[in-house]
């Protein structure tokens, strides 16, 4: 992560006029969050008598930098920075700002009032032919990370590689939204130690910065960019909409649908209907359990399925892709120990180790939430943590997935 932070101190330069009206006292946020994160999970298997010492650097470095107000956008970058010392991918820093809200797109004034702010005169930009760039990333190779990728509806992004190694920024090269220009840099990343990639973002409605971690580039696809090279998205779930579903495929293949494991009330609720019913179905030999961006939840809501799959289901076919994430990839992993599951798709996201079901803490100065972790599952799944869990049969991203997964089921039964 290291490069990547040394790549995005630039845009805070860009962005120093702006700054200076939105400062926090960051050392009192450190503080706060160096105590936060010693009575994690994370920090205990991770650095407790074994890198303390690095951590203690990192947090004097950090600390040197904060003699004085800063703008929440480099303390929101320290902060990150300090947290990243822990592989834990589940946790991050959260910053507060809304510089543009997207109600007042219909608002010719609030954009223009917008694009006159000291924020956005000084929001960066490269300066180079945008013609010419989005002419060579075009011909950039289907699987290189470089490339024209498109977020419908918004921009049209062109990465590139920067001078040091591993290191990317998002060029905006087109934009049907009235707030982003030509030229503009939508995002930075970098890839990490997995082959995926982290990167800071603006929001493309409220320009708030943000990093999302550990994100899969496969298919053309890297999060809500897309490459223009095929239309296939089998990846991504774009069945019925909803949670628990049922579909009696045919006599010998029954279809489950759960996009989430949530512990809410009503979602409790719908498991235990769901669970009921399903107890009363007659057994068969395949089942299909489909849980692509299922962003995980409560395991008392996902583990009472796994005997009952057990007893009704000769063989579980488990579809993931690369948002199957915590709760759902625990599930998968359980699943797969039981011995009588095939888990294919593609690879999970690889948030699996640690957890939280206590409310996140905000700053003393207000402006940042830390997303620290209080669960622990370290010792069954941090071997997955960033990694993610592999399918035994990837996918064709060609066609559908859940086709794909019935045909491998008649080519299994006729043998």
């Given at each position: ?337 039981q011995g009588n599951t095939i888990h294919v798709g593609q690879t999970t996201f690889g948030i699996i180790a640690y957890g939280s079901d206590k409310e996140w ?12 972790m209080d669960m622990d599952f370290h010792n069954d799944y941090f071997k997955y ?31």
């Amino acid at each position: 992560m290291k490069s990547l932070f040394t790549l995005v101190l630039l845009l805070f330069v860009h962005s120093f006029a702006f700054a200076q009206t939105n400062t926090c006292d960051c050392k009192k946020d450190l503080d706060f969050l160096v105590k936060k994160m010693k009575k994690t999970p994370g920090y205990k298997h991770q650095i407790k008598k074994k890198k303390e010492t690095e951590f203690d650097a990192l947090y004097e470095e950090l600390a040197s930098q904060m003699t004085s107000e800063i703008s929440v956008e480099e303390c929101f970058r320290l902060l990150s920075k300090q947290m990243d010392i822990v592989k834990d991918y589940h946790s991050g820093v959260t910053l507060h700002t809304t510089y543009f809200s997207k109600d007042n797109l219909e608002s010719a004034e609030k954009i223009t009032e917008f694009k006159n702010s000291d924020f956005y005169k000084s929001f960066p930009k490269i300066d180079t032919d945008i013609t010419a760039l989005r002419k060579r990333l075009q011909a950039m190779p289907d699987d290189a990370f470089e490339g024209v990728y498109y977020m419908k509806g918004a921009l049209v992004i062109g990465i590139t590689k920067t001078e040091t190694n591993n290191e990317y920024i998002g060029v905006v090269l087109e934009s049907e939204l009235p707030t982003w220009e030509a030229g503009q840099i939508h995002f930075y990343a970098t890839k990490n130690e997995y082959g995926k990639y982290d990167i800071y973002n603006y929001h493309v409605d409220t320009f708030n910065l943000r990093l999302v971690k550990n994100l899969t580039f496969e298919n053309g696809r890297i999060w809500s960019y897309k490459k223009a090279f095929n239309d296939y998205n089998h990846e991504l779930y774009a069945g019925e909409e909803g949670n628990w579903i049922f579909q009696e495929l045919n006599d010998s293949v029954h279809y489950i649908r759960i996009s989430h494991f949530s512990g809410s009330r009503s979602n409790r609720k719908a498991q235990k209907q769901f669970y009921s019913e399903l107890e009363g179905k007659n057994p068969t030999q395949n089942l299909i359990l489909d849980l692509r961006s299922n962003g995980g939840g409560s395991f008392e809501v996902s583990d009472p399925f796994l005997s009952l799959f057990k007893e009704m289901y000769g063989t579980i076919y488990i579809i993931t892709n690369g948002y199957t994430a915590s709760n759902a990839e625990q599930f998968t992993a359980k699943l797969i120990a039981q011995g009588n599951t095939i888990h294919v798709g593609q690879t999970t996201f690889g948030i699996i180790a640690y957890g939280s079901d206590k409310e996140w803490p905000t700053s003393p100065s207000g402006k940042f939430t830390f997303k620290v972790m209080d669960m622990d599952f370290h010792n069954d799944y941090f071997k997955y943590e960033g990694k993610g869990i592999e399918p035994a049969i990837k996918l064709d991203f060609s066609s559908d997935w859940v086709e794909q997964t019935v045909q491998r089921i008649v080519a299994n039964q006729a043998n």
